[in-house]
């Protein structure tokens, strides 16, 4: 499965590599790909391990609005 997250408030590199590495730690996360400039983040991944809610959980933990 692959899945496009919106993600507010990621303005460098290090930003990045927060969602990023958040995302990549969770189970059945296959890839992230982040694009700063458009505030998205593109994953794949397996939907029987892992779900859209944990994801945006992950990434909200690191301090970023996941938008709707």
């Known amino acids: 499965m692959q899945t496009t997250l919106a993600v507010r408030g990621m303005t460098c590199g290090h930003c990045e590599k927060a969602v990023k590495g958040s995302l990549e730690k969770l189970e059945g996360?296959?890839?992230?790909?982040?694009?700063?400039?458009?505030?998205?983040?593109?994953?794949?991944?397996?939907?029987?391990?892992?779900?859209?809610a944990e994801m945006r959980e992950a990434i909200e933990e690191q301090g970023y609005d996941v938008v709707a």
């Not at 890839?31 to 991944?45: C, F, I, Q, T």
């Open 29 to 52: 996360v296959k890839g992230v790909e982040v694009h700063l400039s458009a505030g998205k983040v593109d994953v794949s991944y397996d939907d029987a391990e892992v779900t859209i």
